[in-house]
């Protein structure tokens, strides 16, 4: 890595560190009826680094950031390193590397509303019965659908920053994934946090932290992004994207 590229980095992981301990403390929201996986719209700040300076600095700052955010918040790091740091790492490290390429979006886009109405489905069909109440499964859907939308209309009106918002879909669709699989993984080996016995995490349980995770994130990584990053580029023009084929 290059100097700047370090410097990035280490840049990426304190703001990461700061406003998630921050923001929990403010809004401490975690999954209704589960607990643990927070509220995290400062996803936005690694996913822009991402985006500036490559894979490796989102990544790798994202990683360090979430493992250091979670040994202030809940303090476990065994389950940081099987849930937050994979996730984290996986995810921003596609977001980067997807930005920098020239994606064929069209296909993306169908692949992507396929998802999205499975996503929906898990929420409809098997969450709203176990875990959810029916308004909160439309709350989500919604915000599944209403970002698909959103995120239709950008690419649509504007090729610019195409890259970075099928990145964010294929890097926090991975990333939620790690995390509704890790987290049940760990809950049948150890005591969770906040617990004082053994309490394994079901199949459903796993979904809905799927679910949580991508339908309050991606808004904040598909709205918020290209206006931050054509802000930081016009501040700094070097650190204009060179798009590969």
Not at 9 to 23: D, E, V
Not at 82 to 109: C, D, H, L, P, Q
Not at 187 to 216: C, D, H, N, R
């Amino acid at each position: 890595m290059r100097t700047l590229d370090i410097a990035a980095t280490a840049l990426n992981a304190a703001l990461y560190t700061t406003f998630g301990y921050i923001f929990y403390y403010i809004l401490p929201l975690t999954t209704p009826g589960l607990g643990l996986v927070r509220f995290w719209p400062q996803v936005i700040i690694p996913a822009v680094f991402a985006a500036l300076f490559g894979p490796w600095v989102g990544g790798v700052g994202a990683a360090i950031g979430i493992f250091l955010s979670d040994m202030l918040i809940h303090g476990n790091p065994v389950l940081s390193l099987m849930a937050g740091v994979t996730s984290n790492f996986a995810g921003f490290f596609i977001i980067g590397y997807v930005a920098k390429r020239n994606v064929e979006w069209k296909i993306s886009m169908v692949v992507f509303g396929i998802l999205s109405a499975l996503l929906v489905g898990i929420t409809q069909i098997i969450l709203v019965p176990e875990l959810l109440s029916v308004t909160e499964g439309m709350v989500l859907s919604g915000i599944i659908l209403g970002t698909y939308v959103a995120l239709l209309i950008a690419v649509l009106l504007s090729s610019k920053w195409r890259s970075y918002e099928v990145g964010c879909m294929i890097g926090l669709l991975l990333g939620s994934a790690i995390i509704g699989t890790m987290v049940p993984v760990f809950s049948q080996m150890f005591i969770m946090p906040g617990k004082t016995e053994l309490t394994p995490l079901t199949v459903s349980a796993g979904l809905w932290y799927l679910v949580w995770t991508f339908s309050t994130e991606i808004p904040f990584l598909i709205v918020l992004g290209p206006p931050i990053l054509e802000a930081c580029q016009r501040a700094f023009p070097s650190l204009k994207p060179h798009v590969k084929e």
